[in-house]
């Protein structure tokens, strides 16, 4: 499978995995809509997992590093867009970027080899 075809199925997995947790988790703390939930989701993902993906490798060449480094800033990253778009405390988007990035973190190890 072609390098960019992995990243289409992590993209697809990421968004099947986090959106839903994602929403769960800002309805619990907030109460916010789904639909802007979803949308808080879906661009989260969308904005840092090229980066994640393509960036990142073109300035960090140790695979460890890429992936703690990386993940460490998409963790950091989203909680800001979920803070910003959603209005919610960064607290709470810290929590549901944490919660949803460990979430595909752990099952995208098993998903994807």
């Known amino acids: ?5 992995q990243f289409l199925l992590a993209l697809f ?11 769960w988790l800002c309805n619990f703390f907030a109460k916010t809509k789904p639909s802007k ?5 879906i661009t989260a993902s969308a904005l840092t997992l090229p980066y994640l993906w393509f960036v990142l490798p073109a300035f960090i060449f140790d695979r460890t590093i890429i992936v ?3 993940e ?8 800001v867009i979920y803070n910003q778009i959603l209005d919610i405390k960064l607290k709470h ?11 595909s973190f752990i099952l995208g190890l098993f998903l994807i080899r």
């Open 37 to 41: 939930s979803i949308f808080a989701g």
């Open 93 to 103: 988007a810290l929590v549901v970027s944490f919660v949803a990035n460990a979430a």
């Open 72 to 79: 460490f800033l998409v963790f950091i990253i989203e909680a």
């Open 68 to 70: 703690i480094t990386g």
């Open 1 to 5: 499978m072609l390098y960019e075809e």
């Open 13 to 23: 997995l990421t968004l099947l995995i986090e959106v839903p947790i994602a929403v």
